[in-house]
């Protein structure tokens, strides 16, 4: 009985030091304090966050979204400077009236007509003066018909009669270089008209015979 008392008391007494261990490692220079449920410590120092933790991390589709818009509006307000600075385009040419429709146009021609008639009947008779003079009147008209682009076949006729009498009369007048001038306009009118008529064709005839009568004469 006393040797299981003895043991009895020390077991109490193991049990005593074990309630009278220390639960602080100060001894031992380690935490006196359980790290579990406390704040870990930062080993980059200084108290910055680390980089890793979520509400540093950005939000990717709201950054792409924002760079979109703020691309979108440089490219359009570059579209607006480049529109402002690009030249203004240039106003389409209207095309130039044409004169064979206008109300003058067809009284000139049928004025110059007449006068051919008149300074032809002239020279027929001898009258080589006045023939002249009506033929001076006559020019001016007969540049207005044939300033337009595309003169009508009667105004064309009344300016090939004129230069054919203008014609006649220098070569009447021995002036065989100048008369042969003249009917070269009129070989030049008629021969790429078209459509040829035996109208114009009998002009043409009348141009190259007055032109070879003017070599004709000249080689004498």
Same mark, same amino acid.
């Not at 006196?32 to 680390?50: E, L």
């Not at 385009?89 to 209207?94: E, G, S, T």
């Not at 306009?185 to 007055?210: F, I």
């Given at each position: /009985?006393? *040797? ?9 007494? =193991? &049990? ?29 120092? /200084?108290?910055?966050? #680390? ?8 939000? #990717? ?10 691309? #979108? ?5 570059? =579209? ?9 385009? =240039? +106003? ?17 021609? =049928?004025?110059?007509?007449? /006068? ?25 008209? #007969? ?12 105004? *064309? ?11 006649? *009369? ?24 078209? +459509?040829?008529?035996?109208? &114009? ?20």
């Amino acid at each position: /009985m006393k *040797m299981l008392g003895q043991r009895i008391g020390q077991r109490r007494d =193991a &049990t005593r030091a074990l309630a009278q261990l220390p639960t602080r490692w100060g001894s031992l220079a380690c935490p006196t304090t359980h790290p579990i449920g406390q704040k870990a410590v930062n080993p980059r120092g /200084m108290g910055t966050p #680390s980089p890793f933790q979520k509400s540093s991390l950005p939000n #990717s589709k709201k950054a792409v979204d924002k760079g979109w818009e703020s691309s #979108s509006r440089f490219f359009l307000a570059c =579209a607006l400077v480049l529109a402002a600075c690009a030249p203004a385009p =240039a +106003p389409v040419p209207k095309p130039p009236p044409d004169p064979t429709t206008e109300a003058w146009y067809g009284p000139v021609t =049928a004025q110059l007509a007449a /006068m051919n008639r008149q300074a032809e009947a002239l020279l027929r008779a001898g009258k080589s003066d006045p023939a002249a003079a009506v033929i001076t009147q006559g020019q001016p008209l #007969s540049l207005r018909l044939l300033a337009a682009p595309h003169p009508t076949l009667a105004a *064309m006729e009344a300016a090939s009669d004129l230069d054919r009498l203008y014609a006649a *009369m220098l070569l009447a007048n021995k002036n065989y270089g100048w008369a042969r001038l003249a009917f070269q306009k009129n070989v030049s009118r008629w021969k790429y008209w078209r +459509p040829q008529t035996p109208d &114009t064709a009998r002009r043409l005839k009348l141009a190259q015979d007055g032109i070879a009568e003017c070599d004709r004469r000249l080689g004498q």
